[in-house]
């Protein structure tokens, strides 16, 4: 196991101002783009009926999206029929991110997911945008944790129109401003979160499992969802250089369970940090503690 912990985690030697408000200071190194610079956007028409004279798909829709992060051909999907042309431009392929374009709240848009393992049936449906990362510019990965962050998810927020119901326009979504450090380090960025992240979940259902209080168990598993949010948006935002860590650290695979019993150990749940019952985000210390 790497001992090293999030505390070790050092800043960059010289940053500049990403001339973003949400963003801050990135990397000198580090360009600013907006999204549609890097990546190819599709919007889907495609809806749920089954028409006879169609081909029939399984359909991709918004719940599939907002309640996963990552989308495979195991998950269970809607069947419904499409044209070829359709079925063409709206294929999910390895490494695309589907975003909701739609929502009843205007802070609660633009929630993405990856495509992790695609299948030659499975298509984006309505209210979904597509995003196609250009080769060997931007990560699938890199970009679904930049879009998890603050700084991105904002920028959706505050572009999203309507009363009742709000919505994305292509503009509107093509116009976000994206960190985008150089591609070898996108890989080690996502391998680090991703890293991270599992861990993170393992200690959530390690706590939902062990933990008989349930309001103590949904209080820690609220400040370890926190913590997950604010590891992503510095690392996404070069706030901390995680090419070190990164570099030795195995690639895991985001969708492979974990058995708890084998792999949470009694040192581990000390790692997490003491946390008292009324016990702030602040004053909890999971980011010193957290072993990587």
């Given amino acids: 196991?790497?001992?090293?912990?999030?505390?070790?985690?050092?800043?960059?030697?010289?940053?500049?101002?990403?001339?973003?408000?949400?963003?801050?200071k990135v990397p000198v190194h580090w360009e600013v783009l907006r999204l549609r610079n890097v990546a190819d956007m599709r919007v889907s028409n495609v809806d749920k009926h089954v028409k006879d004279d169609e081909i029939p798909v399984r359909l991709c829709n918004y719940v599939d999206v907002y309640k996963n992060d990552y989308i495979h051909e195991q998950m269970n999907?809607?069947?419904?029929?499409?044209?070829?042309e359709e079925i063409e431009r709206f294929r999910l392929e390895k490494d695309d991110v589907v975003i909701t374009k739609d929502s009843e709240t205007w802070n609660d848009i633009g929630v993405p997911a990856l495509v992790t393992k695609p299948a030659t049936d499975l298509i984006s449906g309505y209210h979904l945008a597509l995003l196609r990362p250009r080769t060997d510019?931007?990560?699938?990965?890199?970009?679904?944790?930049?879009?998890?962050?603050?700084?991105?998810?904002?920028?959706?927020?505050?572009?999203?129109?309507?009363?009742?119901?709000?919505?994305?326009?292509?503009?509107?979504?093509?116009?976000?401003?994206?960190?985008?450090?150089?591609?070898?380090?996108?890989?080690?960025?996502?391998?680090?979160?991703?890293?991270?992240?599992?861990?993170?979940?393992?200690?959530?259902?390690?706590?939902?499992?062990?933990?008989?209080?349930?309001?103590?168990?949904?209080?820690?598993?609220?400040?370890l969802n926190e913590y997950r949010t604010r590891l992503i948006a510095d690392v996404v935002t070069g706030k901390v250089d995680v090419r070190e860590a990164a570099a030795e650290l195995q690639e895991v695979d985001p969708l492979a369970e974990d058995d708890l019993d084998s792999t949470i150990h009694d040192e581990e749940h000390s790692n997490l940090g003491k946390l008292s019952a009324e016990g702030s985000a602040e004053e909890y210390t999971i980011e010193k503690e957290v072993t990587l």
């Fill in 137 to 223: 510019e931007l990560a699938g990965g890199y970009l679904l944790r930049a879009l998890q962050s603050k700084g991105l998810a904002y920028q959706f927020h505050i572009g999203a129109k309507g009363v009742t119901r709000y919505g994305l326009s292509h503009a509107g979504i093509k116009s976000v401003w994206l960190p985008f450090p150089p591609f070898p380090e996108q890989i080690a960025i996502v391998r680090f979160l991703d890293h991270a992240d599992r861990r993170i979940r393992r200690y959530i259902r390690a706590k939902q499992k062990l933990i008989g209080a349930v309001n103590r168990a949904g209080r820690e598993t609220s400040l």
């Fill in 1 to 24: 196991m790497n001992m090293m912990t999030t505390s070790d985690l050092k800043p960059y030697p010289a940053y500049k101002s990403s001339g973003v408000k949400w963003l801050g």
């Fill in 77 to 84: 999907f809607m069947q419904a029929t499409a044209t070829n």
